[in-house]
């Protein structure tokens, strides 16, 4: 039963392979402030088993946030709820991540103005981004910087760039939205440059025993977008600077996805062999037989559990009492589980 065996990545120690992916809540506040939701929320699944959790996404700036109530790391301010929320989890037995990330265009807080690579809108129901200018990008990738060191301070055993789903890193890296002329538009490695640079200021505040992980979303499922080949060709580019790669699909436009369970799973298991790094499949799996499969045939090294999860935070100790896995059950509920 390998799905419930440990698993490590630099000093992180997981005690399984079972992820809890970033999923907005929409409930903080106007400041990005976390609250009492957020700490029962995460806790509750590292009370329910769940060997990795990473917060969902955190924005490095104000207009980087998707909606008014995401939370925000954009200020000093941020990191005491942040820490709060760290804290309950390592108090439940659990290791925890983060998402930070910028919106790009589909930027939707109230926010006066939103930005992209190229100032074109991602639908007519969304509005036009002003197309960052070099010494903007300089600053927004420095507020990513900024945001991995608040991370570290709030005690994260993990940072998660969200370079998927359309948001602003995804942008540049897609020819459907990044249509500059500059050394950030055209080929892929310039399309890239965004990316790398983020990951090279990070990598000068976040401690090196700490793992960086990457999402990325390994197809725009659309003519002249990204595809797993040009994905191979990204996750090459910048693995020097990343110890995994969470692996998602399209959100740059919208396109007809072919939805099933495990639909991603072999995007992340094309990347783990073709770029040699550990991947995170992710996408409509809940069952455990299902985990087991993908983890014990090497095509991904951890798997996360959305809306699973969302529904039942006591999923994995659920599993493994049905399946009669023999893991530690929080003693409080130990008598739930004889
Ligand atoms: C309510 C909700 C919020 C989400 N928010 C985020 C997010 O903040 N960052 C992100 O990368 N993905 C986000 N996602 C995508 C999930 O991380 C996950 O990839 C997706 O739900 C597919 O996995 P599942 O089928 O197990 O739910 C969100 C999904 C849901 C359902």
Not at 78 to 89: A, C, P, Q, S, T
Request: net charge negative; proline share 4%; glycine share 8%.
């Amino acid at each position: 039963m390998k799905s419930l065996t440990e698993y490590s990545l630099k000093g992180l120690n997981l005690k399984n392979r079972i992820v809890m992916p970033p999923m907005c809540m929409y409930s903080a506040d106007e400041e990005g402030k976390a609250n009492d939701f957020h700490e029962v929320h995460y806790a509750s699944r590292a009370a329910g088993g769940v060997g990795l959790i990473i917060v969902e996404a955190t924005g490095v700036t104000p207009n980087g946030r998707i909606s008014s109530n995401d939370l925000g790391i954009w200020s000093d301010e941020h990191i005491e709820g942040l820490k709060r929320i760290v804290e309950k989890v390592h108090a439940y037995d659990g290791k925890i991540g983060i998402q930070i990330s910028h919106a790009g265009r589909k930027c939707q807080s109230n926010d006066e103005y939103i930005v992209g690579p190229s100032a074109i809108s991602y639908s007519d129901k969304y509005r036009v981004p002003r197309e960052l200018s070099k010494d903007h990008i300089r600053k927004t990738v420095l507020q990513f910087k900024d945001a991995a060191k608040r991370a570290n301070d709030a005690g994260f055993d993990m940072i998660e760039i969200h370079g998927a789903h359309g948001y602003l890193i995804n942008e540049f890296l897609s020819p459907l939205s990044n249509r500059r002329n500059d050394q950030y538009g055209g080929s892929c490695e310039n399309r890239v440059r965004f990316l790398k640079e983020i990951l090279s200021e990070v990598k000068e505040v976040w401690p090196d025993d700490k793992p960086i992980s990457l999402r990325v979303s390994a197809d725009d499922y659309t003519e002249g977008g990204i595809d797993k080949a040009e994905m191979i060709k990204i996750v090459n580019l910048v693995k020097e600077d990343i110890d995994i790669v969470h692996v998602s699909s399209g959100g740059v436009v919208s396109a007809k996805i072919d939805t099933f369970p495990g639909y991603q799973v072999t995007h992340a298991e094309t990347i783990k062999k073709m770029c040699n790094v550990p991947t995170i499949a992710v996408g409509l799996i809940k069952d455990y037989d299902h985990i087991e499969e993908i983890v014990a045939n090497g095509r991904a090294d951890l798997v996360a559990l959305g809306r699973a999860l969302l529904r039942e935070p006591y999923l994995v100790l659920n599993m493994a009492y049905e399946k009669g896995v023999d893991i530690s059950f929080p003693r409080q509920y130990e008598r739930g589980f004889l």
